[in-house]
């Protein structure tokens, strides 16, 4: 099995919620793959698709890019 975490950039709101927020809230949702979907003992991985919503880096703050 190989979990495929979404992540939709547009939809992130740094007025309402900081960039600790949500990078907490990405490694919950590891923690989460990790400890579930994953079997002892074998070696595994984990797809990140991260949808800038029709931007490109250089366009989105750049303390969301760190």
Excluded: H, W
């Excluded at 190989?2 to 900081?18: E, T, V």
């Excluded at 990790?34 to 931007?55: A, H, P, Q, S, W």
């Amino acid at each position: 099995m190989r979990p495929i975490i979404y992540l939709n950039l547009s939809l992130m709101d740094l007025q309402k919620y900081s960039i600790e927020d949500y990078l907490s809230a990405i490694n919950a949702i590891a923690n989460i793959v990790i400890n579930r979907m994953f079997v002892k003992g074998k070696l595994e991985n984990y797809n990140f698709i991260i949808d800038t919503g029709n931007r490109n880096f250089s366009s989105l703050p750049l303390s969301t890019v760190k």
